[in-house]
């Protein structure tokens, strides 16, 4: 067995080692190299630990070729021995977002559901440490906070990502030595995507900076997700505290630190109806406002038709269903109009 084979096979276990005998697994592979070694990792490890390892290929209907790959990939993971092996077919032409935003959402619903309909504890996500960095270096980029600089999480819900501490060179070299032929996305390298813009400089970026730099970046997630960790607690706390039926008491909210504030005014608006994809820091700076700056402003108008308005000491989010004259809004035109800006 090779040095690959065998930590990919190690990142399984020990991303898995919470489950017992008879608990099902599912593996998200698109026939690619990240996804095809970890599939066969699974299918090494799974047996033997007495779990039932199925997989789940995702066909996104891009190309006229894609349904062709699709059923490859799937013929793959069962040769692999998994089973049951579902190709699923979505509809990733539209959503906001952009195309990436789209097929990403159409692909995580098919596998949630897939999920359900199997009754796995886990589905196996091949995300390596190549991933994270070029995450993190997209969040940077885009001057977003620390929640989007903590790149991806290694588990949440039944989502497990066992290769974050992988480089995808290992993945690569796990396939050559088990005779396995990856599928090679042409995606991966079409400028016309953003990741695979950020994919091509990566090298460039590890040449001038010197060795080590997608490491980095994926350590700098590592511990930017502490941190985001620690203050969206703090936010919850703040939140409950400040909160009142229908309404937030602006003194608490006050005397709280303004990240933690802002935090909380954040998913207060998410709460009250406002998208996360729509929701910049120019909106929660002007609901911050209203609690910090208070000098008898008007309303602020938040994505998704949320209004915001302070009375009487208190902060009042109205969601758009209640706010009076909004039968008949038009969402379309207010989200198309929100994604014409930049995020903040």
């Known amino acids: 067995m090779s040095p690959a084979v065998a930590d990919v096979r190690t990142a399984v276990r020990r ?30 490890v799974g047996p033997r630990a007495g779990w039932a390892v199925g997989a789940v290929v995702v066909d996104h209907r891009w190309s006229p070729a894609s349904g062709e790959v699709a059923a490859a990939a799937g013929e793959a993971c069962r040769t692999l021995g998994l089973a049951p092996v579902d190709v699923v077919r979505v509809d990733a032409a539209t959503g906001r977002g952009g195309p990436e935003a789209a097929a990403r959402d159409a692909r995580y619903a098919a596998l949630e559901a897939a999920a359900r309909r199997h009754g796995a504890r886990a589905v196996l996500l091949g995300h390596t440490l190549d991933d994270q960095a070029e995450t993190v270096l997209l ?6 906070g620390t929640r989007s600089l903590a790149g991806m999480p290694a588990r949440r819900g039944p989502f497990r990502r066992p290769l974050l501490d992988l480089p995808r060179t ?38 001038a900076l010197g060795p080590g730099f997608a490491a980095a970046l994926a ?37 709280a630190p303004d990240a933690v504030r802002r935090r909380a005014l954040r998913a207060a608006a998410r709460a009250a109806g406002s998208p996360a994809g729509a929701l910049g820091r120019r909106h929660v700076l002007a609901l911050d406002a209203l609690v910090t700056r208070w000098r008898g402003q008007g309303p602020v108008h938040l994505p998704g038709g949320v209004g915001a308005r302070r009375a009487c000491g208190r902060l009042v989010l109205v969601p758009a269903r209640d706010r009076p004259g909004d039968e008949g809004h038009d969402d379309a035109r207010d989200d198309a109009h929100d994604d014409a800006h930049d995020r903040e």
């Open 15 to 44: 991303c898995l080692a919470d489950l017992g005998p008879g608990d099902a697994v599912l593996v998200a592979c698109s026939g690619g190299a990240d996804s095809l070694a970890l599939a066969a990792a699974a299918a090494f």
């Open 139 to 144: 969040g940077l980029a885009r001057g977003s």
């Open 170 to 207: 290992a993945t690569v070299r796990a396939c050559a030595d088990q005779g396995l032929e990856p599928w090679h996305d042409p995606a991966n390298t079409d400028p016309a995507y953003t990741r695979s813009r950020v994919r091509a400089l990566m090298p460039q970026l590890e040449a």
């Open 219 to 255: 350590r700098t997630a590592a511990l930017a997700r502490e941190d985001a960790d620690a203050l969206d607690a703090q936010a919850g706390a703040l939140l409950a505290a400040a909160s009142d039926p229908g309404v937030l008491e602006v003194g608490v909210l006050a005397a």
